[in-house]
């Protein structure tokens, strides 16, 4: 069945760094545009990063950008998330998504998710 | 940036019972929204996109409407398994973004 699972999560201080994998399995991941998107604890969701199945096309939030850095390994059915400089706020549950496919056609909504890994940043 | 807004923050109601749920756009967004669905621990899960297109798998008793800047999400009647927490989500413009969400507790 279709599947992404995180894993790369765990405690950091703060400007430390921390890289996040997504394996997928279950589908083309190649066709596949993806994104990662976090959640606070206790908080509402917010989008992170996106990346075109070709890796050709990358957005950032404004919250992250210049700091984090998305990639993927389509040969290897993987999606990375490549986190520095990495600040308190940054605490949240990372999930990896997939962007959804209409009629071949992408429409930037996420199905499915991954379970989320949670990246905590304290000292 | 667009911003949603979603009311109310909580909805207590009981099984059985019309939940409806409301998000609203800071500007115009054509039909470009989506409903997700998340229980506790759990990831969300893609409910409606396109403010009125039943995801895959997705019972009937859900239904999204609306255009523009305001939509709304109605469960038609409240299975024990709906108690969770709603979030919108807009694809208009870059950045994507979520709405505050709304919890539909049991009362």
């Known amino acids: 069945q279709v599947q992404l699972v995180e894993s790369g999560g765990g405690l950091v201080k703060p400007g430390g760094s921390l890289r996040l994998s997504c394996a997928a399995s279950?589908?083309?991941?190649?066709?596949?545009?993806m994104s990662w998107i976090r959640q606070a604890p206790g908080k509402g969701l917010e989008w992170v990063s996106y990346?075109?199945?070709?890796?050709?096309?990358?957005y950032y939030a404004d919250s992250v950008k210049g700091r984090f850095t998305i990639s993927r390994d389509n040969a290897k059915n993987s999606l990375f998330l490549q986190m520095n400089s990495l600040r308190a706020e940054d605490t949240a549950v990372y999930y990896c998504?997939?962007?959804?496919?209409?009629?071949?056609?992408?429409?930037?909504?996420?199905?499915?998710w991954g379970q989320g890994t949670l990246v905590t940043v304290s000292s | 940036e667009i911003v949603l807004t979603q009311s109310p923050a909580t909805l207590s109601l009981s099984p059985g019972e019309r939940a409806t749920l409301s998000c609203r756009a800071s500007q115009s967004i054509s039909d470009y929204l989506a409903w997700y669905q998340q229980k506790p621990g759990q990831a969300p899960r893609l409910l409606i996109y396109d403010a009125s297109t039943r995801a895959t798998g997705i019972p009937a008793r859900f239904s999204g409407s609306g255009s523009g800047t305001d939509f709304t999400l109605t469960i038609s009647s409240l299975e024990p398994e709906d108690f969770a927490v709603y979030y919108c989500q807009q694809r208009s413009k870059w950045p994507l973004t979520f709405g505050g969400g709304t919890k539909v507790e049991i009362k």
């Open positions: 998504a997939a962007v959804i496919r209409v009629h071949e056609r992408n429409k930037n909504y996420f199905d499915p």
């Open positions: 279950g589908f083309i991941f190649s066709d596949y545009y």
């Open positions: 990346i075109t199945s070709s890796g050709d096309s990358i």
